[in-house]
């Protein structure tokens, strides 16, 4: 009889709609509202813990400035040992008005059917002195004397079925005539160091210029209002590069030392 009354109650469960209420386990769409009081219930029980849950501790906000975030490459990561300290790879670390030539270059050559990868855009005196350390097929220029430390040169890379290709002669051709056309100077025409990833532009200045703090003009500076402002900030962005980079140095000189 027990047996027969659970059974039954479970049933009722199901359809108390014809049955009535009470007995439900799953409440009716057209159940009277005070059949769903365990359900407030249990509302109030999850806000309860919500409310006394410890409040999480906020994250800190970490001071990143711009140029910690900027682009980095790491060495071998285009297949050629480029020294041990990371290259600033990120084209906001260039020349406003230069950076632009490089987007268009990059956008050009894609339309081409050629992707270039930037393997390298400002580049500290200590990362300069790295390469000088590590011999001439490097570069010719100690620290100071490369336009990449002015932010007016950048190195780039085709990038060929997901693999850099350093050797392709045609295509570093093509790359080429698209940077010239664009005003850019290009390292493919080097005799005594071909470089057919390097474009610089300096807008006139030669390097004594460049060493004295003097920054080219773009040819219609009225498109680059803030260049001034631009500058100065990028230049602070640099210095905080040099030191980041000077400092690495300074520690592996130490570590060798101690060996
Ligand atoms: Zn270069």
Known sequence: MRFLAICLSFSLGFCNVAFGQGTSFYPPFDTPPYTYQHVDHMNDLIKSLVDTAPIPEATPVIDETPWKRWATVENYSFGKDRGGMPMIADLNALHPYFRDKIFDLIRICKSKGIDLAVVESF????????????GKKYTRSSGGSSKHQYGLAVDVVPIID????????????????VGEKLGLRWGGRWKHMYDPGHFEWTGGLSSYHLATGKFPKPPKPQLYPCLEEDLLQLTSYWQSWETEQSTTASQKVESNKMK
Not at 124 to 131: C, I, L, P, S, V
Not at 162 to 177: E, I, L, Q
């Open 162 to 177: 997901s693999v850099a290709d350093w050797h392709n002669y045609a295509v570093w051709k093509k790359v080429g005539a």
């Open 123 to 134: 580049r500290t005196h200590a990362k300069q002195n790295e390469y000088k350390s590590m």
